[in-house]
C-alpha cells in the first residue's frame, strides 16, 4: 500500500511539472507575440470592466439629474454590499475565465510544439494554457480587491475557501465544456460556431457580470439561474461578503456542472485524444 501511494504520488508530481513547464513555454511564446506581453488576457477584462464603470457611472448621473433616480424604501440593490469596481470586477474576473479557457479547448490546440517530447499529451497542453488564464485573472481579481480594500480601508474576505473552489470548479467546468464540444463538434461542425456564439453572448449577458440575482425578479429568475457560470460569479461574491443574498445559487449545482463536463470530456479524450489536435479558426 505504502508502496502505491509512493508511485502515485511520483506520477503526480511528475505531472504537474509537466504542466508547469509547458504553461512557462507557453507563456514566454504569447508574450513574444504581442505587445501586451504575458498580461495579454487580462487586457480585454479590463477594457470591458473600465467600460461598464464609466457607463454605470454616467447612467447614475443622467437619472440623477432627471430626477429619475429617486431611492425606494424597503429596496435592496448591490450598492449595498459592493461597490460598483469590485461587483463588476468579481463578475468580469469568473466569466472570462470560462470564456477563454472554453474558447481556446474548443478552437482546438494552436501550441503543439511541446508535443515533439513523448510524455507531454494534448491534455497537458489544454491544461497548462488553461493555468495561465487562471494566474492572469486571478491576479486581475487580487489587484482589484486590493485596491478597493486600501481605498476604502476596509478589509472584508469571509470566506476565501469557497472563493478558490469557485475558481477551481470553474476552470474544471471550462475544460470539460471546451473539449466536449469539440468532439462533438467534429460530426457537428456548425455546433462549434453556434456555441462561440452563445459564448459570446447570451452566456455574458447571463451571467450575473451586470446584475445581482436577488435583484432579478423571483418569476424570471428560473431563466437565468440555469447557467452555471451565474452561480460560480454569485459564489464568488458571496465569499468576499456572506451578507450578500444569492437566492437559486447552489454550489451543489457548480459542483454537479463541473463533474459532468469533466466526466464527459475525459471518456471523449479517452476515445481519440488527436482530435484536440485540431485547430479551427471559424
Not at 503526480?12 to 504553461?23: D, E, H, P, W
Not at 418569476?219 to 461578503?241: A, C, D, K, M
Not at 464527459?264 to 482530435?275: D, G, H
Request: hydrophobic fraction near 55%.
Amino acid at each position: 500500500m505504502f508502496n502505491f501511494l509512493r508511485l502515485a504520488l511520483t506520477k503526480l508530481q511528475t505531472q504537474i511539472s509537466i504542466i508547469l513547464a509547458v504553461s512557462v513555454y507557453a507563456r514566454n511564446r504569447r508574450a513574444s507575440d504581442s505587445a501586451f506581453g504575458s498580461w495579454e488576457p487580462v487586457i480585454q477584462p479590463l477594457q470591458l470592466l473600465f467600460f461598464l464603470i464609466v457607463l454605470r457611472v454616467g447612467l447614475k448621473l443622467v437619472f440623477k439629474g432627471g430626477g429619475l433616480m429617486t431611492p425606494q424604501v424597503g429596496v435592496i440593490t448591490s450598492d449595498l454590499f459592493f461597490n460598483p469596481i469590485l461587483f463588476l470586477g468579481t463578475g468580469i474576473s469568473i466569466v472570462f475565465l470560462f470564456r477563454m479557457i472554453a474558447l481556446k479547448a474548443i478552437n482546438g490546440l494552436k501550441l503543439k510544439a511541446p508535443l515533439f517530447y513523448a510524455r507531454i499529451s494534448p491534455l497537458d497542453i489544454v491544461l497548462a494554457e488553461a493555468l495561465n488564464d487562471v494566474r492572469a485573472l486571478a491576479s486581475m481579481a487580487l489587484i482589484i480587491l486590493s485596491l478597493t480594500w486600501f481605498f476604502t480601508w476596509s478589509f472584508r474576505f469571509d470566506r476565501p475557501g469557497l472563493a478558490i473552489s469557485a475558481y477551481l470548479l470553474t476552470v474544471i467546468m471550462a475544460v470539460g465544456f471546451g473539449i466536449c464540444v469539440l468532439f462533438v463538434g467534429q460530426y457537428l461542425p456548425a455546433l462549434k460556431r453556434i456555441v462561440k456564439r452563445i459564448l459570446q453572448r447570451i452566456i455574458l449577458w447571463t451571467s450575473g457580470v451586470f446584475f445581482a440575482t436577488f435583484e432579478v425578479p423571483a418569476q424570471l429568475r428560473q431563466f437565468v439561474t440555469w447557467n452555471p457560470i451565474l452561480h460560480g460569479v454569485e459564489l464568488f461574491r458571496y465569499s468576499i461578503n456572506d451578507s450578500y443574498p444569492i437566492p437559486g445559487i447552489s454550489f451543489t449545482y457548480l459542483l454537479t456542472c463541473s463533474l459532468l463536463c469533466a466526466s464527459f470530456a475525459l471518456l471523449l479524450y479517452r476515445v481519440n485524444e488527436s482530435m484536440l489536435l485540431t485547430s479551427s479558426d471559424d
